[in-house]
């Protein structure tokens, strides 16, 4: 086979490759100027998918790296999105064990990073933290580590800020007009949350009478 001619696709930096008269296959700049690919030369089918198959692995890297400037992803996340644009299985693993050797892909730091951007600006439980990391494909060794500084004074502190923003908001609701009312509130809310029933009762203690509302001592009444 021929190269009969090579035309530049318009407002884009790729190329239309003509076999013999008729389109082929389309390739970037980068893989153009790699193979040195040029009008009259002779191409045979081996060359072909290695052309091919480059300019896979370009589009791909090129693809993932957008990504990753957005955002911070982890190796689950990833892989979704590439399955997603139907990249072959071998493709998806060699592209993961590159962004791994170039420190583009961390579990680990992401990990860590989530956990303390969490707790500082929405003073996340522990319990709700494992679950978002889980959802993230984030292997249950990692969690345990990036978790194992949250001791019982931080959640306490964290479900004690949430509490009592949830307080202010509702003594501002006429919906919500009676003491009790308030109490069962914030109490489902913060079990909502994830926090322990334990947390919860240390909270409403701060901001309610228990001797008030005795029946609300029992876990089944936040329920």
């Known amino acids: 086979m021929i190269i009969t001619s090579i035309t530049k696709q318009k407002k ?8 013999d008269g008729e389109f082929s296959f389309g390739v970037s700049e980068t893989v153009l100027t790699q193979f040195h690919l040029q009008e009259g030369q002779t191409i045979f089918q081996e060359l072909i998918s290695k052309i091919q198959d480059e300019e896979l692995w370009t589009v791909t890297k090129l693809y993932v790296l957008r990504l990753l400037a957005r955002t911070m992803r ?14 072959t299985e071998e493709m998806i693993s060699r592209k993961i064990t590159w962004l791994y050797e170039h420190k583009f892909l961390n579990d680990e730091h992401y990990s860590q990073t989530f956990v303390t951007s969490k707790l500082h600006r929405k003073h996340t439980s522990k319990k709700l933290l494992q679950q978002q990391l889980r959802t993230k494909g984030i292997p249950s060794q990692i969690i345990n580590t990036s978790l194992k500084a949250i001791t ?7 479900a004690m ?14 919906r919500v007009a009676t003491l009790e ?9 913060l079990v909502r949350k994830g926090f ?28």
Do not use: C, W
């Open 196 to 223: 322990s029933y334990d947390i919860v009762k240390k909270v409403l203690r701060k901001y309610f009478s228990v001797s008030e509302y005795p029946q609300y001592d029992d876990e089944s009444n936040l329920r």
């Open 181 to 189: 009312m308030r109490r069962r509130r914030v109490g489902e809310f």
């Open 74 to 87: 982890t190796e689950f996340e990833i892989r979704n999105k590439l399955k997603k644009r139907n990249i």
């Open 161 to 174: 800020l949430i509490a009592e923003k949830k307080v202010n908001q509702l003594s501002n609701s006429h």
């Open 152 to 158: 019982g004074e931080i959640e306490i502190g964290n």
């Open 12 to 19: 884009s930096k790729r190329y239309n490759i003509f076999l």
